[in-house]
């Protein structure tokens, strides 16, 4: 079963950055496709980013497109999400979530991740 924590949310002001964190454990990291979601209050759960099992592919939604940037340690079994210039509607809570299945592209939509963190608050002031 493999179990995911984020770190490194916070508050900060528009035009920030923060660098958030997905701490992999009880998997195999390598073999893990990983991505971040995230969820506004009274919005559904959006994908922001993913990253395959390499590192090698990655997707992101437009809203991040330029801003953000997905990477991954697979020797620290972690994962991070640069985001750079924030916006004051990037205030959400972000989660982190993985699944073990192989795809050709990097999936974008919640169904093909099983493994969730409990996620971290983001809010940026303007």
């Known amino acids: 079963q493999v179990q995911l924590v984020e770190s490194g949310g916070g508050l900060v002001q528009a035009g920030g950055s923060l660098r958030l964190s997905c701490a992999a454990s009880?998997?195999?990291?390598?073999?893990?496709?990983m991505g971040w979601f995230r969820q506004a209050p009274g919005k559904a759960r959006e994908f922001v980013a993913g990253m395959s099992r390499s590192g090698a592919t990655t997707a992101y939604a437009d809203s991040a497109k330029g801003r953000f940037t997905i990477s991954r340690d697979n020797g620290k079994n972690t994962a991070y999400l640069q985001m750079n210039s924030l916006k004051p509607e990037d205030t959400a809570v972000y989660y982190c979530?993985?699944?073990?299945?192989?795809?050709?592209?990097?999936?974008?939509?919640?169904?093909?991740?099983?493994?969730w963190g409990q996620g971290t608050q983001v809010t940026v002031s303007s």
């Open positions: 979530a993985a699944d073990q299945k192989f795809r050709i592209a990097v999936a974008v939509s919640m169904a093909s991740y099983a493994y």
């Open positions: 009880g998997g195999t990291f390598s073999s893990l496709t």
